[in-house]
């Protein structure tokens, strides 16, 4: 069984920063790419960065130039740096990872963590 586990939400003021954690856990052979969602009320989920296995990152364009996503393959870790908060960017944020579980070598398969709540308001 895998699991994702994020951390680090909460509350912040416009143009504050903020850093979310996601731990991947489990039975893990190899993990793909990894990436942060983001779904505000009323809306549909969006990407809001990715990482390759091989650090190549995408963003979407209303973030880019404030948060950076990075990874540690050694912990099964990723991480989102948000600078420059809006309120805008109020929402659950959700970590995604593409997954090969030990034992299915050539297997591919979306996990998701619970979602962490960031709210942006003064």
């Known amino acids: 069984q895998v699991q994702l586990v994020e951390s680090g939400g909460g509350l912040v003021q416009p143009g504050g920063s903020l850093r979310l954690s996601c731990a991947a856990s489990?039975?893990?052979?190899?993990?793909?790419?990894m990436g942060w969602y983001r779904q505000a009320p009323g809306k549909q989920r969006e990407l809001v960065a990715s990482?390759?296995?091989?650090?190549?990152?995408n963003y979407a364009d209303s973030v880019k130039g404030r948060f950076t996503i990075s990874r540690d393959n050694a912990k099964n870790m990723v991480y989102l740096q948000m600078n420059k908060l809006k309120p805008e960017d109020t929402a659950v944020y959700s970590c995604?990872?593409?997954?090969?579980?030990?034992?299915?070598?050539?297997?591919?398969?979306?996990?998701w963590g619970q979602g962490t709540q960031v709210t942006v308001s003064s």
């Open positions: 995604h990872a593409d997954i090969t579980p030990r034992g299915a070598d050539y297997a591919r398969i979306d996990y």
């Open positions: 489990g039975s893990i052979f190899r993990i793909n790419a």
């Open positions: 990482i390759s296995s091989g650090g190549y990152t």
